[in-house]
C-alpha cells in the first residue's frame, strides 16, 4: 500500500482518526519500508489536520441553537376522530390543487409557527405571565432535517394548543386559529395585528403535499398545561392522545413521500426559506444555525436603516452585484396600506433587461411574507428595471396566497406607487441634476416607453418631466427638460417644437430647420430612435402642443406668400409647378411654393411626419409605391429663390428629358430629407440617369 493511499485513508475517515489520536500508532507498509521517516511525518500531519478540524467542529457545533429533541413520547390511550366527508374533500383539495409548488408548504408551516409566536408575544405584553407560562421563553422557530429517514421537522415555541384547539384547529379544515385570535383582540387598538400572518386555516394542511404521515407534539402556554400528541395519515382520520416530554409550543413531525424527499434536506429547506419566509419577525433556526439573517428593512424608519445595510438588501432581494443608485423608502396608510423599499440600479441595463419580455424586479410581500417575486401587475411593465420590496396587508389574495383578487384595488395600489416614484424621480432631477442626468442616460428609454405605454394622461405628463433632449440653443451634449424649455419661452409662442433626425448635426442641417434657427426659435433635437413617437403619445406638455416643425412649415399661412419672392417671374414659377405636377403624378399630391427655406431647393411635408415616418419603419413594405404615396399624400414645396429652382424653371422649356430628370430626383432626395424612403439605395439608378444626361455635352 502506497504512502498517498495511507493519507487518503486517514483523511477520509474521521472514526480512524479519532482511534489513531487516542493510542500509539504503528504503521509498516512493505511497499515503504524504505521510507519510515517520511511516512511518519505524513501520518503525523494527517492527525494534526484532523485535530485541528475536529476541535474546529466541535467549536462549530457548540454555537449551534437547536431546540429540537427527541423527548416526545405518546403515553396513554389515543382518542380516535374521524374528519367529516365534506373535510375529507377539502383536505384532498388542499393536498392536491390548491397550490401551485410544492414548497409553499415550507411558508405556509412557518407562517403558522409565527403566528403562534406573534400570539404568546401579545399575550406577555397584555398580562403578566409567569416563567411556567413562557414568560422568559425565547420565540422562535426551528426546523430539523433527517435525510436518511425523510424526516422534516419544524418547532416553535409559541403559544401551543390544548386539547380543544387541537381539535377545533387541526381537525376543522377553513377554520383559521388566527383570525380567530383576531376577532377576539379587535377592539384592542394596542395590538398590531399586521404581524398576524394566518387568514383562511388552510395553510397546514398544505403538509400532505409532501407527507404521506404528520405528527405534532403541542402543550400550551398555560400553567399546568399537557402534552398532547396528533397524528394523521390524510386519509380521513386523525388521533389524539396524552405525550410526555412534550416542550411548550408546537412541533410538526412530516414524514415525507419518496417522491419529496428533497424536503428533507437543509440545503433546499434554507433555499425555499429564504424565497418565502426570510422576513417573519422571529429568527428562524435550520438544524440549529440561523437562516433569515437579513432584516425586512422596509418595516424600519428610513433614519435607522445604513447605506450598508441598503447595500446588502438590495443584493439580496434583486440578486444582484452592483449598489442602488437611489433608494425610495416610503410608506402610507391612504388610500392603501404600503410599504415600500424601492431600489434604482447603479449599472447600466443588460440587453434583456431593456426588452419588454422582462419581468418587474419588484417582490410583492403580504405581512413580511412573499406572495410573489416577480410582481407583474403592482408596477407598470415601464417600470421593470426597478427592484426592491412591496408589502401590503391590504391585499387581497385568494386561498392559496398566490393570486390576486379585487383588480380595483391592484389598480389603485399599481397608481399610488406610480405617482410615488414618479414624484421621487422628479425630486431627483432637481436636487441632485448631475446624477439623475447619468441615470437618465442609462434608463431614459424606460421612461419613453412608459409615455407610449400609459393611458393616463398626468402619468404621460409627469414622465414628461423627466425626458431629456438635446437643444437648438444649447451646446452640443448639454440635454434640456420640458419644464426648462417652457421657462424660457416669449409670450407669443405658444408650442414646443421638435425637430426628429438621426444626429444633431443633420437636424441642423434639416431644410425644415432654417427657418427656426432665423427666427431664433429653440428647437429639440430628437436624435434617438422613436423619440418622435414618444412626443406624438405625448402630444401636449404644460398646456402647449408639442410639435414637429415639420408641421409647423406645412401649416404656416404665411409660408406661400408671394410677395417675398422678389425679382421672380410668377408666371414662369405657375408653369414650373404645372409641370412639376405632371411630372411627380401619383407620387407629389401638391406643388407649391414656400419662403421658408434659404439654402435648400425644395421640401417634403405630410400631414403627420411622425406616424408616416412610423409607417414606413414598420408597414411600407406591404404596400406597392402607388398605394404608400396614396397613404402618404407628400406636399413638394420648392424655394423660388434657390439657383437650382431657378435654373429649372429655364430647361424646364429647352430640356424636358433633363428637367423631367431633375425634378424626379429633387423629389426623391426631399423624401430621403423628411426619412420617408425606406431605402435610401433606391435613388443610386435615378441619380446616375441625371448624371448621364447631364454630362452628354461635355
Request: proline share 3%; glycine share 4%; charged share 30%.
Amino acid at each position: 500500500m502506497s504512502v498517498w493511499r495511507i493519507q487518503r485513508i486517514i483523511l477520509s475517515r474521521r472514526s480512524c482518526f479519532r482511534k489513531l489520536s487516542q493510542r500509539k500508532l504503528c504503521i509498516i507498509p512493505c511497499e515503504t519500508t524504505q521510507r519510515p521517516q517520511r511516512l511518519s511525518a505524513l501520518v503525523c500531519n494527517s492527525v494534526r489536520l484532523f485535530s485541528s478540524q475536529t476541535a474546529a467542529e466541535s467549536k462549530t457545533e457548540a454555537e449551534l441553537h437547536n431546540i429540537i429533541r427527541d423527548t416526545e413520547k405518546a403515553s396513554g390511550d389515543s382518542s380516535k376522530y374521524e374528519f367529516q366527508s365534506e373535510t375529507r374533500m377539502l383536505l384532498d383539495i388542499v393536498a392536491k390543487s390548491l397550490y401551485s409548488d410544492k414548497e409553499v408548504f415550507v411558508r405556509e408551516l412557518i407562517s403558522n409557527a409565527s403566528d403562534a409566536l406573534e400570539k404568546l408575544r401579545y399575550i406577555r405584553s397584555s398580562e403578566n405571565l409567569s416563567t411556567d407560562e413562557g414568560g422568559d421563553r425565547s420565540l422562535e422557530i426551528h426546523i430539523g432535517t433527517d435525510k436518511q429517514n425523510r424526516i422534516l421537522t419544524l418547532q416553535d415555541t409559541g403559544i401551543g394548543m390544548t386539547r380543544d384547539e387541537l381539535i377545533s384547529n387541526l381537525g376543522t379544515i377553513a377554520r383559521s386559529g388566527s383570525k380567530a385570535f383576531l376577532e377576539k383582540l379587535k377592539e384592542k387598538q394596542s395590538f398590531d395585528a399586521s404581524n398576524i400572518i394566518g387568514q383562511f386555516g388552510v395553510g397546514f394542511y398544505s403538509a400532505f403535499m409532501v407527507a404521506d404521515k404528520v405528527e405534532v407534539f403541542t402543550k400550551s402556554y398555560q400553567k399546568d398545561a399537557e402534552g398532547l400528541y396528533w397524528k394523521t395519515d390524510g386519509s380521513g382520520t386523525y388521533e389524539i392522545s396524552n405525550a410526555d416530554g412534550v416542550q411548550p409550543g408546537t412541533k410538526i413531525v412530516l414524514h415525507l413521500r419518496t417522491d419529496c424527499r428533497e424536503f428533507s434536506d437543509d440545503d433546499t429547506i434554507n433555499k425555499v426559506i429564504k424565497k418565502y419566509s426570510n422576513f417573519v419577525g422571529s429568527p428562524i433556526f435550520v438544524n440549529g444555525k440561523k437562516v433569515n439573517t437579513i432584516q425586512p428593512l422596509w418595516t424600519m424608519e428610513p433614519k435607522d436603516v445604513t447605506q450598508e445595510q441598503h447595500a446588502e438588501f438590495y443584493r439580496f432581494i434583486g440578486n444582484c452585484y452592483d449598489s442602488p443608485r437611489f433608494t425610495l423608502h416610503y410608506s402610507t396608510d391612504a388610500p392603501i396600506n404600503i410599504r415600500a423599499l424601492l431600489y434604482f440600479p447603479d449599472e447600466k441595463p443588460s440587453i434583456f433587461e431593456s426588452s419588454t419580455s422582462s419581468s418587474i424586479g419588484v417582490s410583492l410581500y403580504s405581512r413580511k411574507i412573499l406572495i410573489m417575486s416577480k410582481a407583474d401587475t403592482i408596477l407598470p411593465k415601464w417600470l421593470r428595471f426597478i427592484k426592491g420590496v412591496v408589502d401590503s396587508e391590504d391585499i387581497p389574495l385568494n386561498l392559496s396566497r398566490e393570486l390576486l383578487q379585487n383588480s380595483a384595488l391592484i389598480a389603485k395600489l399599481r397608481n399610488v406607487l406610480t405617482s410615488r416614484i414618479l414624484k421621487f424621480m422628479y425630486d431627483r432631477s432637481v436636487k441632485q441634476t448631475e446624477e439623475f442626468t447619468k441615470f437618465y442616460k442609462d434608463y431614459g428609454f424606460f421612461l419613453k416607453e412608459g409615455i407610449v405605454m400609459s393611458n393616463d394622461t398626468t402619468e404621460k405628463e409627469d414622465i414628461g418631466k423627466l425626458i431629456r433632449f438635446e437643444s437648438s440653443l444649447k451646446e452640443p451634449g448639454e440635454l434640456v427638460s420640458l419644464p426648462e424649455y417652457c421657462k424660457t419661452l416669449t409670450p407669443e409662442q405658444k408650442d414646443i417644437y421638435y425637430l426628429a433626425a438621426p444626429s444633431r448635426t443633420l437636424a441642423e442641417q434639416s431644410p425644415y430647420y432654417e427657418s427656426f434657427k432665423k427666427r431664433n426659435l429653440e428647437v429639440l433635437f430628437c436624435t434617438e430612435p422613436y423619440d418622435e413617437l414618444v412626443l406624438m403619445h405625448l402630444g401636449r406638455f404644460n398646456n402647449r402642443n408639442l410639435t414637429s416643425v415639420e408641421k409647423e412649415l406645412r401649416q404656416d399661412p404665411d409660408a406661400g406668400k408671394d410677395d417675398q419672392f422678389e425679382s421672380i417671374n410668377k408666371g414662369e414659377i405657375d408653369n414650373l409647378i404645372s409641370y412639376m405636377k405632371t411630372v411627380l403624378d401619383k407620387k407629389a399630391f401638391e406643388v407649391k411654393t414656400t419662403n421658408r427655406l434659404e439654402s435648400h431647393p425644395c421640401v417634403v411635408t405630410v400631414q403627420d411626419m411622425a406616424s408616416a415616418r412610423h409607417f414606413i419603419r414598420t408597414q411600407s413594405h406591404k404596400l406597392d409605391e402607388n398605394s404608400r404615396y396614396l397613404m402618404l399624400q407628400p406636399r413638394f414645396e420648392i424655394n423660388p429663390k434657390h439657383p437650382i429652382i431657378q435654373k429649372l424653371v429655364k430647361i424646364s422649356s429647352s430640356d424636358s428629358v433633363l428637367a423631367e430628370l431633375l425634378t424626379k430626383q429633387l423629389f426623391m432626395n426631399a423624401m430621403v430629407g423628411a426619412g420617408l424612403v425606406e431605402d435610401p439605395r433606391t435613388l443610386l439608378t435615378s441619380m446616375n440617369e441625371l448624371l448621364a444626361k447631364a454630362l452628354e455635352k461635355h
